[in-house]
């Protein structure tokens, strides 16, 4: 008991030193950014209004007329390039399988971690170690990818629907991902700490990993989506070492060389919020957005505004009241000639990053985008049909179920609509049986 008080008692002092540390750092960023930019005009000075963080202009866009009218003309000759962009045929899923979970704490851990290196079969696991937490039929997910310092690794993911007990383990070994782990151990030992016991998390596969192919009409909402944004596309740049956060005064005055170094500037400038209400990230991003639309960026620009819809950002901490106040500005992209459904869908799709790296949007914030669309019909159709398609593997089944979930209970903000609670129910009972199962709460 002395030992657990103990514990609480360093959390909270923690807690509280970490949130005083969170105010200075936004009050000082703040006043920082105001310096450098030293005029009125400043983005953290300018008037917003109560639809959003960032300045609004007479169009009631986050973008002038002039930077729209320039991104329209972008967007015409990409209209044009992807009526002959080469696309890519076949495009596979993530790499998935139905497996258990295992977690063992406390007693007989280092046994336990013996026969899961000798390959004990699971059934003969679950008798000798009844004190064991086992989750039986989940869907397990396997990734690959490449770190900064250009090194691979492959990643391999526990999803946990309810956001508690997600966990992964990763693996430099060459060729692992190819590796056979049928009726294999995967596990992750956990030494005694000073507060939490020794323990062993592990994945046993009784099947194959397999990659499916999706439908083509799929693979065309994917291939639009890379077409308009190149795979490759970056905001950083490799050589992280300017601290300039926010655009100067008068800064459409400049050049366009003059507007390209700002560019740069920006894009050398590595930004992590210091909490939930840091407003650092986002303000840094809709400054890369807008310098991006008026140098044709097309590229840069697309991937920060989506990073804005996605509130794709770095930070220490996020808490859900501070999201509250981050809007999607959909609304900009939709006043661009661009099939946006199409878009944002094809982002939602997770594909096998070995025939091309995409764009993966955020499940819930795209959830939200969409419900300020102005095609809601168009997009709850094309949700709803992928969600009842059996061709399509598991994993984006649900994504998409979720995605239709977020979706319809944003869209209740703006209209009650019962009709989608009974297309919501439909769709959940056209996925297999053990996703019902992990997303049985989420009907409660």
Not at 371 to 380: G, L, P
């Amino acid at each position: 008991m002395k030992k657990a008080a103990k514990f609480l008692l360093v959390g909270l002092i923690l807690l509280l030193l970490f949130v005083a540390i969170c105010v200075i750092s936004v009050r000082l960023r703040k006043k920082q950014s105001i310096n450098n930019s030293n005029s009125k005009n400043s983005i953290f000075n300018n008037k917003h209004n109560n639809r959003s963080e960032f300045q609004i202009y007479p169009n009631g866009l986050i973008y002038s007329q002039t930077t729209m009218k320039k991104l329209n003309r972008i967007v015409d000759s990409l209209n044009l390039k992807f009526r002959k962009c080469e696309l890519i045929r076949d495009i596979n899923s993530t790499s998935q399988t139905v497996g258990y979970v295992v977690k063992l704490e406390k007693r007989r851990v280092k046994q336990a971690m013996l026969d899961m290196q000798n390959q004990m079969p699971i059934a003969d696991f679950m008798l000798k170690y009844r004190k064991a937490k086992i989750k039986k039929h989940v869907l397990i997910i396997k990734n690959r990818y490449v770190d900064e310092a250009n090194k691979e690794f492959v990643s391999v993911n526990y999803i946990d629907f309810q956001g508690f007990n997600s966990f992964s383990i990763e693996s430099d070994e060459d060729n692992f991902f190819n590796k056979d782990l049928q009726n294999k151990w995967l596990f992750q030992y956990n030494e005694k700490q000073e507060y939490s016991e020794e323990y062993i998390e592990a994945f046993y596969f009784p099947n194959k990993f397999k990659s499916i192919l999706l439908p083509a009409k799929y693979t065309e909402m994917i291939n639009y989506t890379n077409c308009l944004l190149s795979p490759e596309a970056t905001i950083n740049n490799r050589v992280m070492n300017d601290s300039l956060i926010s655009l100067p005064v008068n800064w459409e005055l400049k050049s366009n060389n003059e507007k390209l170094i700002l560019l740069n500037r920006l894009r050398s400038t590595r930004v992590v919020g210091a909490c939930g209400f840091d407003p650092c990230p986002r303000l840094h991003a809709i400054a890369i957005a807008k310098i991006a639309a008026e140098t044709a960026s097309w590229n840069v620009f697309l991937l920060a505004h989506l990073n804005i819809i996605n509130d794709r950002f770095s930070r220490n901490s996020d808490n859900s009241n501070a999201n509250q106040n981050r809007g999607t500005y959909i609304k900009e992209l939709e006043e661009l000639d661009i099939n946006v459904p199409q878009l944002l869908l094809g982002s939602v799709f997770r594909i096998d990053k070995r025939q091309r790296e995409n764009y993966n949007a955020t499940i819930n914030r795209t959830g939200l985008a969409l419900s300020e669309t102005k095609n809601r019909k168009q997009v709850e159709k094309k949700i709803l049909e992928i969600v009842y398609d059996p061709r399509v593997d598991d994993f984006n089944r649900v994504l998409f179920y979720l995605l239709f979930l977020n979706y319809n209970e944003y869209s209740k903000r703006i209209n009650i609509n019962y009709e989608n609670d009974k297309k919501l129910d439909a769709a959940f009972n056209q996925l297999p049986e053990y996703l019902k199962q992990e997303l049985i709460y989420k009907k409660e």
